[in-house]
């Protein structure tokens, strides 16, 4: 059983930042990519980013430039560096991976509020 654990996530003020960390129980060395997502009440579930095997990155267009996604093979994390943070960053995010199946961590909170 593959389990992703999300930590980092808190309370920033407008224009701060965190940092995200996903641990995967096992090697992420085979996984095909791994990302985040988020969500707001009421709204469907948003890439913010992604990282494949190759070391490509993708990000959604309203975070590139504020946002960098990274892995660590060796410590088998993905962390999300969030800087210039916006009160429209606030949002539930969530690791995800594919490795012969999709996984999904529970998700930790990020508000962005004065």
């Known amino acids: 059983q593959v389990h992703l654990v999300e930590s980092g996530g808190g309370l920033v003020q407008p224009g701060g930042s965190l940092r995200l960390s996903c641990a995967a129980s096992?090697?992420?060395?085979?996984?095909?990519?791994m990302g985040w997502f988020r969500q707001v009440p009421g709204k469907q579930r948003e890439l913010v980013a992604l990282?494949?095997?190759?070391?490509?990155?993708s990000y959604v267009d309203s975070v590139k430039g504020r946002f960098t996604i990274s892995r660590d093979n060796a410590k088998n994390t993905v962390d999300l560096q969030m800087n210039s943070l916006k009160p429209e960053d606030t949002a539930v995010y969530y690791c995800?991976?594919?490795?012969?199946?999709?996984?999904w961590g529970q998700g930790t909170q990020v508000t962005v509020s004065s």
């Open positions: 096992g090697s992420i060395l085979s996984w095909t990519y």
């Open positions: 995800n991976g594919m490795f012969r199946a999709e996984y």
């Open positions: 990282i494949w095997n190759s070391g490509r990155t």
